[in-house]
C-alpha cells in the first residue's frame, strides 16, 4: 500500500511560480513513474506531465510544456512540479499518482494508468 500527500499548493498571482511535492511511502517508490493530475470542478481528471522510475523520460502536457517541470529525488520519496508563469487557467486541484506498473520505459498518461493518488492539493491563480 502506498500513501502519496502533496503539498506545495496555494493562492498565487499570475505569472508567479509554485512547487508542489508528493511525498510518497514505501520502499519501492523507485521502482515507477509518477504523475501530476489535474481537476477543476465538473472536469474529468487530466494529465499534466509524468516522469518515469528512473527519471529519464519525461512528458508533460501541451499546456504545461516550457512552463512546468518535473522532478523526483528517489532518497527522499519525493516527486516535484516546478509551476512557473501561472496562469489562471492552472487554477485546479492537483493530485501526484504511482504508475501501476513497475520498471515502465514509456510511462502512462491515462488516469487509469496510475493505481495509488495523493489526497490533492489546491492551486488557484488570480489575474
Known amino acids: 500500500q502506498v500513501q502519496l500527500v502533496e503539498s506545495g499548493g496555494g493562492l498565487v498571482q499570475a505569472g508567479g511560480s509554485l512547487r508542489l511535492s508528493c511525498a510518497a511511502s514505501?520502499?519501492?517508490?523507485?521502482?515507477?513513474?509518477m504523475g501530476w493530475f489535474r481537476q477543476t470542478r465538473g472536469e474529468e481528471r487530466e494529465f499534466v506531465a509524468v516522469?518515469?522510475?528512473?527519471?529519464?523520460?519525461?512528458s508533460y502536457a501541451d499546456s504545461a510544456k516550457g512552463r512546468f517541470t518535473i522532478s523526483r529525488d528517489n532518497a527522499k520519496n519525493t516527486v516535484y512540479l516546478q509551476m512557473n508563469s501561472l496562469k489562471p487557467e492552472d487554477t485546479a486541484s492537483y493530485y501526484c499518482a504511482k504508475d501501476r506498473f513497475p520498471l515502465r520505459v514509456t510511462p502512462g498518461q491515462r488516469p487509469a494508468d496510475f493505481d495509488s493518488w495523493g489526497q490533492g492539493t489546491q492551486v488557484t491563480v488570480s489575474s
Open positions: 516522469i518515469s522510475w528512473s527519471g529519464g523520460r519525461l
Open positions: 514505501g520502499r519501492s517508490f523507485s521502482n515507477y513513474a
